[in-house]
C-alpha cells in the first residue's frame, strides 16, 4: 500500500501541470445548537481525469460531506475543490450523482425521467435529438424496452440502471456515486458493477464512488481513498489498486495481492482506525 497525498508528493503536483480534480486543503463544519461540528480537517486529493477513485470509511465519517462538495451541494468551511482549475462553488451538470435510493420522479417513466435532465440542460436542441440522447442512454443501461414504464414497476436494478443514465445523458465530466448498490441483492449488484467498469471504459469518464463494500471498491477502481474516523476525519491512506484492465472478477479473486489488498483495508478500517461501534 503506498499512503500519497504527503506535503513533498502535492507539491509537485501543483508545481507542474495542475490535475483534473483537486481538494485542496478542505475542510468542513456544521454549525450545530451545541457548537461547531467538524467533520472533515485537512483533506488535500489530487484525481486524475478518467481515474476511478473509491471513497471507504466508517459510517459517519463524512464520506458523503466530501463528495457532496464536488457536486456543489456544500461549500467547504476552508480550502476548496477545483475542477479543470476552476473552484466547485454549485451544481452543475458537469458533476452528475447517483444515489442509494434511486431518486427518481415516480409519477414520470423512465423515458422522462431522463428527459427532464436532458431538457433542461440542452433547451435549444432539436426535439430529435434530445429524444435521441434519451433513448440511446437507456439503450446503454439495457432498458430501451421499458422506457414507458413507471419507476413502480421496475426492480431495484433497472431503477439504478435509470439513474446511471439520467446522469450520463447529461454528459458528465464526473460520476459521483454515493453507495448507488448498497440497496441491491449481490447478483443485481456484481452485474449494475460489470456494466459501469464498461460504461466508465466506452465514455471515458472520472467516476468518484462511496462504498462500503471493499470487494467493490478493489473490483471497480484504480485507487481506495480510506478515511479516518470523525470528527474531523482525514485521508487514513491511499491504496493503490493494481490489477489490469478489463478485470476479470474470477481472475481477481485468485490473485494473491487482492487478498493482500483486502485485508490491508480491513485492517486499516477494523484494527487501526476501528469504530467504537464496531
Ligand atoms: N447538515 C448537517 N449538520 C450537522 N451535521 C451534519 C450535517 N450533515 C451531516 N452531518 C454530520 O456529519 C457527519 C458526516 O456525515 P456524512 O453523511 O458525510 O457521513 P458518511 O461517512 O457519508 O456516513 P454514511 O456512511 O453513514 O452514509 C455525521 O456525523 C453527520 O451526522
Known sequence: MQVLNTPTQSTTHLQTQEPFLIFDNLSKVYPTPTGDFVVLDGIDLAINEGEFVCVIGHSGCGKSTLL????????????????????????????????????LLPWLTAYENIYLGVNSVFPKKPEAAKKHIVMEHLEMVGLADVANKKPSALSGGMKQRVCIARALALRPKVLILDEPFGALDPITREELQEELLTIW?????????????????????DRVV????????????IMLVPFARPRDRARMMEDPKFYELRNEALDFLYKRHAHADA
Open 68 to 103: 457532496d462538495m464536488v457536486a456543489g451541494f456544500h461549500q467547504p468551511t476552508n480550502g476548496e475543490v477545483r475542477l479543470q482549475t476552476l473552484p466547485i462553488q454549485a451544481p452543475g451538470p458537469d458533476r452528475m450523482v447517483v444515489f442509494q435510493n434511486y431518486s
Open 201 to 221: 471504459r466506452d465514455h471515458q469518464i472520472t467516476v468518484l464512488m462511496i462504498t462500503h463494500d471493499i470487494d467493490e471498491a478493489l473490483f471497480l477502481s
Open 226 to 237: 480510506m478515511m479516518t474516523n470523525g470528527p474531523a476525519a482525514k485521508i487514513g491512506e
